[in-house]
Structure formats: C-alpha cells, structure tokens
C-alpha cells in the first residue's frame, strides 16, 4: 500500500528487472536511448483499430537457442566491447502500436523495448543495457467479455547498438498498480509497476534486413526466459509494433537518453544540454524525423501505406512472428485438440461477380478428401466485390491424423451479364508447418508438426476449363496465374480456444489481424489497388435483386421476403459436384481504361518460308503513322529470339510490351509485320491484324492468338477501310472476311502464322506462359474457317538458330548485330547492348519489379 513515487509528467517509477528504480526527473543511466514519441494526429488512419486478433496457441516460438548465433561467448563479448568486427552502431527505432485483448483491471500500462544479444542484454558504446520505456496509458477500449485494448502508438530509439542475426527486440509489458482514492480529496495515485507479460521478434530477418510492416506476435507468460525450450502464450492477446534501423548520426546533439517524452515535449519540461548549452526545449516532432531525407520519406509514407501507391484500406502489410513458422519451439499440434477453421471475407474480387459463395473441402496432399463439402454464402450486408462470410467450421482432426491436411476452397457466382453460374478461382490453405523447413509437411505421419494458427491472407488462383475441379492436384492450383489484387481472409484456432472472446470476434482487416506476407503486391497491384478501392462495387443484397427482377415478375418479386430471396439465391447457386470448371469470363471483369492500357507480346511465328533471321514489328492503327509517313514512335519490334529455336518456327523472349494512355476505338487493332533479314535489307514476308476490342463492347479482346500472315506488305487501303467500316458500324473482323472473299488478300502460300498475346493492364499475370503450337486456350480468328485450321497447325520444320552463326561469333553478337542491321533497314532506333540474349527455353513474362515477392504461401 505504499505509495509509490512518480517523475514529472505522471511517469511512475519504473521496477523493472533491468536495473534499479529511480525517479523520471533524474537523470537517466548511460545507454538507454530512449525517443518514446506518443503519437497524436499522426495515424489516424488505424484510430479505429481495437486490437481484436484472433487467438495464438498456448505455447508460443521461442527464437532463442542455445547455439542461435554464429559467434562465440567470447567473440561476442569482442563484438559488444567494440572490438573484432566491424559491425557499424546503428538506431533501432520502434513504433509501439498496441497490444490486447488482456485482463489486467483496467490498470494503466506500457512497453518496455530491450534489445539482447542471443540470451544476454545488448550494451550500448558505455556498457548500459538497452532499455527504452513508452509512455504509461490507460486502455484505449475494451472486447465484449471486458478485456482491455491498449493504443500507445508511441516511438521509443535505442542508440549505439551493433545489430547482427542474433539480435532480438524483446518487448516488456509492465502493468502499474491503481492506489484508490485515501479519502482526503487526492484522488486515485499510480503506484508501483510490473512486469505481466511479454514478447520478443527478430531485428533482422532471414535476408538481414530489418523487417517490414506492422510485426504481430503473440504476448508470453512469465517467466521471461529467451533460452526457455517452451514458452506460453498469453490467452489470445498479442503485441503490434513496427521495427526499423537508421545509421547512427555523431554529428548529431543527442538529448540525454533514458528520460520519456510525450506528444514531442520532455516530461517535465527542460532538460540539461548534455553538450553544455544550456537548457534544450524539445519541439513538437523528434529530432530524426525533422532531419528529412530518407527517414523522413519512409515515416511520412508509413503514416498512409505501407507500399508506395498503395492505401492501408486497399492492403496493410503484416507479419505474424512465430505463428508456427520456421525455428517455432512451441507445442506440437496434437489432434485430439481439433481445430476451428473461419473463412471471414474476400476482397477485391474480379468486377463482374455478382452474389458469391464458397464450396469447400479438406483433403490431403495426396487428394484424400478428409472431410465433407462446406458451403458458405456471401452475407447480404456486405459488398459484392468484397463479401463477407464470418462462417466457422469446426473438425475432428482426430479422425483424420494427416499432417497434410489442406482448405481447397472453390469460388462461385453467378456472372454479370450472362447470369450464368461461374467459378471465380481457388484458395489453398494448407493447415499445419513444419517447424524445421516452414512448409507444409510431406508426410503424412510427419511428427511435431504446429498449426498456422491466426489470421491470413490467402491468394485467389484462376479457374480454368482445361481440368476437373474434383480430380485437379494441389500443385495444379498452385501452378495457376494469381488474379491480380483478389484475397480471402481466413483464420485457424485450435478447437480449444476457439470460443473465447478474443476469437469470436471477426478482426477488421485494418486492424491488422491478417498475415499477408504471401500477397505482397506486384507491380500490377500497386497501379490497380487504388482503381479497385474506388469501385467497391454495390451491397450483396442490391446485386441479389438485380438478378431476382431478371427472374421474376414484378408481382412474384413484390410478395417475396428477404428470407424467400436468401433461399433462393442459395439454390440459385447450387450445384451437384465441387468441380464447376466453367470459369469466370475474366475479360469481362474490366472494362478499358485508358490510363492503365493494355500489353501485347509477340511469341513466335510458324512455318515461316525463309530460313533467315526474323523480326516482327507491332505498330497500332489509327494511327499507322509507320506506314504514312516512316515515323516510329509507337513501333516495337522483337529483340530476343530463343537461339534454340528454328529460323522458320522463332520464338521471341521479349515479352509483353506495355501501351498506356491508348484512347478506345472500335476498329483499333495491332499491325503485326514480319520481315526477314535478307542481305543488309528487312524484307516484308507477311502480315497480320489483331483486333484490340471485343465487337460492340470496350472490353479488350485479350487472350493468346495464332494469326495467319497475308502475303506481301501491309496494305494501306485495308486500313482505310477500317476507318470507315468503323463509320457503318462494322467490325474488323467483317472487314477482313470480305477482304477475303473478294480475294484482295491471300494466306501466305505455306500457311505461315504468328503468335501473339493480348492483356489489359488489370490483368497483367494471368498470361504467364508464352502461346505456341502446344500452349493450351490459344484461339484462331473465325475467317480462318476449320477447313483451313489444320494447314497452319502443321509441324514445322527448319534449322535452328544456332546453325546460321558465322564460325568464331558469339551467338549474342550475331544477334545484336542482325538486329542493328534490321532496325536500320527499318528505320527504327536501336541501342546496340538494350536488348536482352535468348540462349535457353523460353520463360514466361512475370510482373514483379521487387526482390521482396512473395515466396511460396505455404511458408
């Protein structure tokens, strides 16, 4: 009951088992580096956050070992002394964002940051441990069964440290205890403070960098122990911080480390210039964020996204720490245990879904079905383009005893515009990991496996009509194009614990209680997230009914209740098996936007009737302007022939080609001109068309297409017809069927033809493999006619590439020199050394522009 001593400001003393108490006011211990920085405005955008996660298990990962560092004790104790290596002392700055749900009495409570060397304390230059303190606050809300939510959003530095792979951040959660009003007017007092829980992550992750994001791990009982072999979790509560490094500054005046500042002023006022300058009064923002550059850029932009381009609302990057990943040193996942599987919501589905549901299934890698069909269906309250589903299912893995047990789950609607039944694409979840690898187990009887306990978000795979949704493998799906910006939030529980009020709750997804490691947006993402945020397309309900007035008279429709329409909205989307393989129309999700544009790739040509060295050249028309007047602004031509390939069959490695800013006509198309280097002169060999736009629409016609080249150059009369056909309301296609039959055109004599791929920016991914002979879904255009079809799909033969290779020249030569020469005969710019070398099989374009993609889920 003794009353406990307090600094300036209302800090308590603080009885940490780091050092001894001492009054706020006083001057603080060399090292501690403190900069805790209580956020105001600033991250406004997560005010709403209320900390309302779903459970971790009871055992929790310990990152610590015993032999968890490279170096020895006594090259340790070198490294903390200054000396052996030359590891550069840097600032490790932590944002302190919240931690909850947890009963503490509604007492007022902060994190303490500490930084440790494998088991032992860091020191800083002086020798002190590391310890910084955020500021002592109130629960900022509560969860339904009372359990407190704390907020400090508050950031605290930790100087002169040297950081390498054993380094951990270990957070202390420190409670105070409330002295009750004595009855003589002055008022409830702050006492002592301890320690109730705690938590440690990684400063640098596998690659050595710091990691990204918000950082979310599961808070651990007493007591605290790095080395312990197991570690228990605290009942569902877990800790948000964000972690970062900055050089250290020496040119920079510290302010005495050790001593807590809140909403940007000092604790009490005034502090001594440690310099000797008298008193320093400290502004309204810390000093290293006032200093601009690079650090500057990277807090302002994490106030909004944590992607450049990217708003949080769209996608908020997060990490679960220890969720059973690899190096995790809790509790083997027993099955008896059970577990409880929640699909919560999708997000970001493809535009013309309409109402939604889930069909799924468990089953094993080996494609055992280990427990029956589930069918969930969209909530009505929700969005159609993100709908919620808030559904649980509880299984007895007890019966099943396979560690490979995974979640396939199958999305269906009912399509925009046909009213047809569709698949939207597939979710694979595989439920435990291997500890030791971070992957799903191989074995069925694998032992020691853990649960992927928590929130995640999970990637939407395409839906193709080439195989059985009930017969396809695992790896299939996997293998599939991701649909650019769509998710599923899903979250695994162990049975056991399922109910508690931290788990029933469905977590906002802003509230980062989703691990979306695996869907770190691709550059595609970035420009489509914000376009998809704008468009959150029209409630459940509403698109439900749209689809009831198609169906039902006005009078029928009047007389139905809303539970009538749920019914039949259900069977509207009943089915008799899993496997629908009547995929999504997924050309049909976006209509053209100009900003965004589209991408063209020219893949190959066939059965080409010199053997010679070939280029395509793809131009647009309107406006044509390479054939009028020579000028070559949007003219591309192919750079990158596959040497393995034949001189009458190429393949072309460039990939797509990306056209931005493009206004929609009707009759717009791509001119693809095939030329041969004959001598020092590109002579013409055919030519072909590809229409841009589906007839009478503005969705772009995408997809992979084998075009037959007519005989002889481009003819510019064509393209004036185009023109006016455009005019009369005719489309391209009727425009060259009756070029056709007038016989002003002719296939070239043995049937050559090229291969091409057309995608909206929208879509960028969903092409991955190159079209060829043997590429499935490639189409030919209607005027072909199927008598002909089969003259065009006959083999070709030729030699290869290789074989037309001066003796004694570089293959990479040979080839930048052809195209030089092609490029000059053209007319076209060409910068010797800008294009990349084919040697090896052909590769499929990928959309990344990162290092840091996602690697596979299943870890």
Known sequence: GEMRPTGPGGFPVDDTPGGPARPASASPGPGEGLDAVAEGAEGAADAKSDYSYGSGSDSGSAYGSDSDSYMTDDSRDRLRRGLGRDFPRVTVRVMMEGAGPMDLKDSPARLVAALYEGHEPSLDVSGAPLRSRGPLMEPSSHDRGGAARYKWRARVSLRGVQVTAATKLVLELHAAHVIKDDGYGGGAAVGSEEVVAWAHIPVLDSNGETPSGLQVTPLLQLPLMLSAERTQRLEGSRVEVRVWTEPENPSRSPSPPGTPRVGGGVAGGHLEDPMGGGAVVESAEPAWLKGGGAAQAEVEANRKED???????????????????????????????????????????????????????????????????????????????????????????????????????????????TSQQRTVGYVVFPFFVDPETGEPPTQTMAR????????????????????????????????????????????????????????????????????????????????????????????????????????????????????????????????????????????????????????????????????????????????????????????????????????????????????????????????????????????????????????????????????????????????????????????????????LDDKKVKFTADKSSVYVRLLEDQRLGMLPEPAGPNTPGVSMPSYVGAKLESAFVKKSVGKPYAKNVPRGVPAEEYVTESNSLSAASLGLPYVRGSAGFGAGTSVGYTDSVTDDDTGSYLS
């Open 307 to 417: 992607v450049p381009g990217v708003p949080r609302r769209a996608w908020r990057e997060v990490r679960h720490v220890g969720a059973g990943g690899a190096g995790g040193k809790g509790e083997a996942f027993q099955p008896g245990d059970g577990l409880v599987f929640c699909v919560d919501a999708a997000r970001f589905l493809p535009p013309n879904v309409t109402i939604t549901r889930v069909v799924g299934r468990v089953i094993s890698a080996a494609g055992e079905q280990l427990a029956p069909d589930f069918i969930i269906n969209a909530r009505l309250d929700s969005l159609a383009f993100s709908p919620r589903f808030h559904n649980r299912q509880r299984f007895a893995t007890g019966r099943w005893n396979n560690a490979t047990a995974t979640a396939l789950l199958q999305i269906e609607t009912i399509e925009k515009g």
């Open 448 to 739: 020691g496996y853990r649960l992927k306990e928590g929130g995640w978000q999970i990637p939407v795979y395409a839906a193709t009509a080439s195989s059985s949704g009930s017969g396809f493998s695992l790896k299939e799906v996997l293998a599939r194009p991701k649909i650019p910006c769509a998710s599923v939030l899903v979250r695994a529980l162990v049975a056991t614990r399922a109910d508690a009020p931290a788990n029933k709750a469905v977590p906002q997804y802003e509230d980062g209680g989703y691990d979306s490691s695996i869907t770190y947006p691709v550059a595609v993402e970035r420009r489509l997230f914000a376009h998809r945020l704008s468009q959150p397309g029209p409630p459940v309900r509403e698109a439900m009914l749209d689809l009831a007035r198609k169906t039902f008279a006005p009078n029928v429709l009047s007389g139905m209740t809303e539970g009538d329409l749920e019914r039949w909205m259900a069977k509207r989307l009943e089915r008799p098996e899993f496997s629908n393989e009547k995929p999504l129309n997924y050309r049909r999700s976006d209509p053209y936007v100009p900003d965004l544009g589209f991408h063209v790739a020219v893949d190959g040509a066939y059965r080409l009737s010199k053997a010679a060295f070939h280029v395509a050249v793809t131009s647009l028309f309107p406006p044509g302007t390479f054939y009028s007047s020579k000028a070559s602004d949007d003219v591309v031509f192919t750079q990158q022939p596959d040497i393995t390939s034949q001189l009458q069959a190429p393949r072309w490695r460039d990939g797509f080609h990306a056209r931005q800013h493009v206004i929609h006509e009707p009759n717009l198309v791509v001119i693809v001109d095939m030329r041969a280097l004959v001598g020092r002169t590109a002579t013409p060999v055919g030519w072909a068309l590809l229409p841009l736009f589906e007839e009478g629409s503005e969705y772009l016609a995408s997809g992979a297409f084998q075009l037959p080249l007519f005989q002889g150059p481009v003819p510019l009369p064509l393209l004036q017809d185009l023109v006016k056909a455009q005019a009369e309301g005719k489309g391209v296609m009727e425009v060259i069927a009756s070029w």
